[in-house]
């Protein structure tokens, strides 16, 4: 079944409320005043003689003659909890640069320096600290950024941003970061050299926001303001005036990242159904890179050979057994990532998990004026694997190919075009179409796009299954409808996807249906009550295909409040409805529909330091999407948790446990047909903020009911273990295991008692009584950043 409504509660941008801490350290609520007066949106970066450091601000204040060099931007205002008032704690931000460096020095003050959330993380894992940013538009499109962020141990994070998509942390730069714990707060310095910054070669204004985030008391305060009751960030973002930057030493430059590989591989392989074996390669060495261009200081060009991937740890944990549609796992190779803001669009046309085990490839992405572009072509290697030496596509390799186009219109509107192409042995799938953003105002936004696919199995010879038998074409249309405010909220999708229509290159759960997802939230915000904010939240998703039939109809509802610390509580009931019948394959006369109702939680919030919880429990119902050979899917009981608990017992160490439960009955007769559980644990201790050693173990388990589901009882243990050195983005060294064991019969086929040979008509490696290490890795990676 398709998400409840609680998953809006467990977004970081749910709602939020602000606290201040008294003398005893408990939660107070703070004043509500607005601000005497509205922070200037303009500051100037005047050119200085020399770098600064942090030591040049001693007690939190520029040494003497300093502070008359230095820009400066003051008076930050709340946008959560509440929006418009005064931050609860002054904050500072004195600005600077040389010819080759822009320098960006925050003064948080604190009355209780003692509660500051610091951890010394990995890179990018700093968002349940206290933390600062600075968002920069060097384009002043108001539509894109980078944003550089410091917590108080000086761990960085940098990002990506788009107003659409909010921020993406595959972006890495190099920069120097500094912090430090006084007794009046904290105070961080952000060094970001000018060639890891896109710039206009002739600007002299940036667009900028400095934001401070303050955990504890559920507060967010901006520079210039930003309000919660406007759409968008840089839509509200102040002006850096940089005279005289012409001539600084900025972003032209080439980035060469060659990496080499040292590896011992233990691998069973069932690509023959008749031959399944252990491929061992000791002492294997392999070797590829990455090259980076940079034109005109806002053109991309990235190419890639031969890239690994060992280092990327495994996938968060979701429900993966018996679901009527695919499950999305997020991107998370660092190559595809970086710059995917460029190919986003309404409909998901490019999903690269699609692309399995590319050779070559190569990116263009950029800005030209107001018009954004995106090119991705690249190989996969994957499907001609798949098959067996004597088949005709052996070895071939599939080409992708993602070309998109958008002009901005201001305001945050654009309009585009976008083409998809996957090519491998003579067959093809390609989709083009036109796609917009229209900003009606500041809290209205429409989006919407029309494409059409065109889809040719490939060689029919062949048994690689790539592309669907026969010609298939059709259209798809896509429109969404987006409310931004401070108390209220709305999100409304419809989607027609036509029975032709396919996409192999990007992701989609289904075709040939009719759907629509409202998601709606409004709050409210009392005055001097512990309470921060309370609400209602409400979430439908309904469907039909085109012969009219309903697939799925799902409403949920939940009250909610926000308590300090990021709290949340929310009791959840609604309704799920699911229609299966003759049209989805099934064995049935006509289409029977399937009706429950549920109950259930959801918690989540920050209560210490040390601790981080986000939990979901739901007694509701389900469909056996699987039940046992020539039998028909039947209603279930289910229970589900999902489960997400962060433990920082030390500040070196970070826990991070995921549980997932899912139990079903039979709702006629009572019967077990099956439960999944899923147990994680990322364990992960910073020595130094460059050095790092990272465990991780996964247990997931199925236990299943042959008479009442076609499921089997699986069990599997995965296990990462990864050292790593990473003094800058480039510049790192791995060691690392990756280990994968399951319950898999030792003989790894099921045998046919006469010939004694494995029987190619069962399913290879049957489950057996213990476990089978069926794929080990042991590997040593090197990469180096060579920046000219």
């Not at 704690?89 to 948080?108: A, D, N, S």
């Not at 998370?332 to 050779?359: G, K, M, V, W």
């Not at 490939?458 to 401070?486: C, K």
């Not at 429990?617 to 039947?634: D, E, H, I, R």
Request: glycine residues 8%; negative net charge; hydrophobic residues 35%.
């Amino acid at each position: 079944m398709l998400g409840v409504a609680a998953v809006g509660l467990l977004h970081a941008g749910g709602a939020q409320a602000q606290v201040n801490q008294g003398t005893t350290g408990k939660p107070t609520v703070s004043s509500e005043a607005k601000p005497k007066s509205q922070p200037l949106p303009d500051a100037k970066v005047p050119l200085l003689a020399g770098p600064i450091s942090l030591r040049d601000f001693p007690d939190m204040e520029p040494r003497a003659g300093l502070k008359e060099q230095l820009g400066y931007a003051t008076q930050f205002i709340q946008n959560t909890p509440v929006d418009g008032a005064a931050a609860t704690e002054r904050t500072e931000v004195y600005l600077g640069r040389t010819k080759t460096t822009l320098y960006i020095v925050f003064l948080c003050f604190d009355g209780h320096p003692d509660l500051i959330r610091s951890h010394l993380a990995r890179r990018e894992n700093i968002l349940n600290d206290d933390y600062v940013t600075v968002n920069l538009d060097p384009f002043q499109d108001r539509q894109r950024g980078v944003q550089f962020q410091v917590n108080p141990a000086g761990v960085q994070a940098d990002a990506s941003w788009t107003e659409t998509g909010g921020a993406d942390y595959s972006y890495d730069q190099v920069w120097d970061s500094d912090a430090k714990i006084t007794n009046k707060g904290w105070m961080a310095l952000i060094a970001i050299p000018f060639r890891s910054i896109r710039f206009p070669p002739k600007s002299t204004v940036w667009g900028a926001v400095f934001w401070r985030n303050f955990p504890r008391n559920s507060e967010n305060d901006f520079w210039p303001r930003v309000s919660a009751n406007v759409t968008g960030e840089l839509s509200q973002e102040g002006t850096l005036h940089l005279d005289g930057l012409t001539g600084t030493a900025g972003s032209h430059n080439i980035q060469i990242v060659p990496y080499v590989l040292g590896q011992n591989e233990h691998t069973l392989e069932t690509l023959d159904p008749t031959d399944p074996y252990f491929s061992t390669r000791n002492a294997e060495a392999t070797a590829g890179g990455e090259v980076k261009a940079v034109l005109k200081d806002s053109i991309v060009l990235d190419a890639t050979v031969n890239p690994d991937f060992s280092d990327v740890e495994s996938d968060q944990p979701q429900f993966t057994v018996n679901q009527r549609y695919p499950v999305y796992f997020p991107e998370l190779r660092p190559f595809f990532l970086e710059n995917a803001s460029y190919f986003a669009t309404p409909l998901t046309l490019l999903y690269t998990r699609n692309i399995i085990r590319p050779e070559i490839g190569g990116r263009v992405t950029g800005k030209i004026g107001h018009t954004n572009i995106g090119v991705l072509a690249i190989n996969d290697r994957e499907p001609g694997q798949t098959v067996l030496p004597n088949d005709p596509l052996y070895g071939h390799k599939a080409g992708f190919f993602v070309g998109r186009v958008s002009q901005d219109l201001g305001k945050g509107s654009n309009v585009g075009l976008m083409y998809t192409d996957e090519e491998f042995g003579g067959g093809w799938n390609r989709i083009g179409g036109a796609d917009f953003t229209w900003r009606m105002n500041s809290h209205w936004t429409t989006l919407g796009q029309m494409v059409e696919s065109s889809t040719m199995q490939s060689n029919p010879q062949s048994t690689a299954a790539v592309f669907p038998a026969g010609y298939h074409a059709g259209p798809a249309a896509d429109v969404q409808v987006q409310r931004s405010g401070h108390s209220f909220n709305m999100f409304d999708e419809y989607q027609d996807i036509s029975s032709g229509f396919t996409t192999l290159v990007g992701f989609l759960q289904t075709s040939n249906i009719r759907s629509d997802h409202l998601h709606a939230t409004y709050q409210w915000f009392p005055k001097h009550k512990k309470v921060q904010s309370y609400g209602v939240e409400t979430n439908q998703n309904i469907a039909f295909d085109h012969a009219h039939n309903r697939v799925y109809h799902y409403t949920t509802f939940d009250p909610f409040v926000l308590l300090p610390n990021n709290i949340v509580l929310a009791p959840l009931v609604g309704q799920n409805s699911d229609t299966v019948g003759p049209q989805d394959g099934y064995p049935m006369p006509s289409s029977v529909n399937f009706t429950e109702n549920f109950g259930g939680f959801v918690a989540r919030g920050q209560p210490f330091s040390q601790l981080s919880f986000n939990i979901q429990a739901l007694k509701s119902g389900n469909v056996n999407y699987n039940p046992p050979t020539g039998q028909v899917p039947f209603l279930l009981h289910q229970e589900t948790v999902q489960a997400l608990i962060s433990i920082n017992p030390i500040r070196h160490l970070t826990d991070d446990n995921t549980y997932l439960l899912d139990r079903d009955h039979a709702a006629h007769g009572g019967q077990l047909v099956y439960e999944t559980q899923t147990f994680r644990t990322k364990l992960n201790y910073q020595f130094t903020r460059a050095i790092s050693a990272r465990v991780i173990v996964e247990y997931d388990t199925t236990l299943a009911n042959p008479l009442e589901t076609s499921l089997a009882r699986t069990k599997q243990i995965q296990t990462q273990a990864l050292l790593t050195w990473l003094p800058h983005p480039g510049t790192v060294l791995y060691i690392g295991y990756n280990g994968d064991t399951q319950n898999y019969n030792h003989h790894l086929c099921t045998v046919e008692p006469a010939e004694g040979t494995c029987d190619p008509m069962q399913p290879i490696l049957p489950r057996g009584p213990g476990y089978l290490n069926d794929g080990r890795q042991f590997f040593i990676k090197a990469s180096y950043l060579l920046r000219f």
